[in-house]
């Protein structure tokens, strides 16, 4: 008597596009209920646009262009995508390390890598809406005005919301807990500030250190966008510096990166 066994193959499917818009969903949802890691990068650039703004629209600094335009938004902005690329993005992929989350993804047909993605995706979802709500203040409060030059000030902030992505990503290579990547991620973002002009512009530090400042992201991103609002032409020098990053910053990251 003689037995036939029959095998069944296994079809491995990857995820689809539903797959992925549940994960970013669900990213969201994680998002949404850090309460300090929302209100923090919305909140934070909001009070300071608040208590800058109206004396700031009151000074014309360029052209027709006020000390508001010029000087403090760009600061604001860049501020709104350096708290979530920094601090908060990096916080919530150490803890899913920490949790053994990407480990038990990488056995699955869903890489790990879709969380990274996600995560990123959900960050420029948080980053616009930071944008919204500051611009929304400053032009219908304050009566500011957009950039002189729209599409190379939208250009410069993706690059510069890059550049704060990828320093982000040697935070969460290098932190080995959700604490350790909030704690170093508020280094380095004060650190990046604070040469960048964060607390008194440029002219308030020595100039060896202030040239310094404007070779890092920080100080790169808010020169390059205060450029672009007045209609100035930005420095090769401030968009060589945000691209340098993030090439350094993504190899950096992918070198270091553990998945458990």
Not at 185 to 202: D, N, R, T, Y
């Amino acid at each position: 008597m003689s037995t036939t066994a029959t095998a069944t193959a296994v079809v491995v499917r990857r995820p689809g596009p539903r797959s992925w818009l549940t994960l970013v969903v669900c990213e969201a949802k994680m998002v949404a209920r850090d309460t300090a890691g929302l209100v923090v990068p919305l909140g934070l650039p909001l009070l300071i646009l608040l208590t800058s703004a109206q004396a700031a629209g009151d000074q014309v600094v360029v052209g027709d262009f006020t000390a508001l335009e010029a000087y403090v938004l760009p600061l604001v902005l860049t501020m709104v995508i350096a708290t979530i690329g920094v601090i908060n993005m990096p916080s919530f992929l150490a803890y899913y390390r920490r949790t053994g989350i990407l480990r038990r993804l990488s056995v699955t047909p869903a890489s790990p890598a879709m969380v990274l993605v996600a995560q990123v995706v959900v960050s420029v979802l948080q980053s616009a809406l930071g944008l919204t709500l500051a611009l929304a203040v400053a032009f219908l409060g304050f009566g500011a005005r957009p950039p002189a030059d729209l599409a190379t000030a939208a250009g410069v902030y993706a690059l510069a919301m890059a550049a704060m992505y990828a320093v982000g990503m040697i935070v969460a290579a290098v932190a080995p807990t959700p604490n350790s990547a909030v704690a170093i991620g508020l280094v380095g973002f004060f650190a990046l500030g604070a040469l960048g002009g964060m607390f008194g512009g440029p002219g308030s530090l020595p100039e060896p250190v202030a040239a310094l400042g404007e070779r890092l992201p920080f100080g790169a991103a808010v020169q390059a966008l205060a450029a672009a609002w007045v209609g100035a032409p930005v420095e090769a020098a401030h968009l060589i510096s945000l691209g340098v990053t993030v090439v350094v910053g993504s190899v950096t990251a992918a070198l270091l990166f553990r998945w458990d």
